[in-house]
């Protein structure tokens, strides 16, 4: 299973961007797609995730009504809507997902099988 995301770049504070993120090599279901970011020097943290059908929605409060989750499960995509960015947004960002066979909490990244290779993401204030 790959993930390769894309979308992300050089942007002023108040933008917005929008980051995908392709699933292939195997069919996945009942599997989460989740976005963390890594700042440098800071830990990876979460940003948001979002359930199969699409039912359920988790966000950070740092990004609570500022970032949108969705997915396209005929496209084996996710997309992270990010609006009214800020410099503290400026993180490269990862997607994840698990196998689908098993619960998992969407806010830990050591529940996730696979992950992108990250997608920088500037905002200059």
């Known amino acids: 299973v790959q993930l390769v995301e894309s979308g992300g770049g050089l942007v002023q504070a108040g933008d917005s961007l929008r980051l995908s993120c392709v699933v292939s090599g195997r069919t996945l279901r009942g599997n989460v797609m989740g976005w963390f970011r890594q700042a440098p020097g800071k830990d990876r943290e979460f940003v948001a995730a979002?359930?199969?059908?699409?039912?359920?929605?988790y966000y950070a409060d740092s990004v609570k009504g500022r970032f949108t989750i969705s997915r396209d499960n005929d496209k084996n995509t996710s997309y992270l809507q990010m609006n009214s960015l800020k410099s503290e947004d400026t993180a490269v960002y990862y997607c994840?997902?698990?196998?689908?066979?098993?619960?998992?909490?969407?806010?830990?990244?050591?529940?996730?099988?696979?992950w992108g290779q990250g997608t920088q993401v500037t905002v200059s204030s």
């Open positions: 994840a997902t698990n196998e689908g066979t098993s619960w998992i909490q969407p806010r830990r990244a050591d529940g996730y099988d696979y």
């Open positions: 979002i359930s199969f059908v699409g039912g359920t929605v």
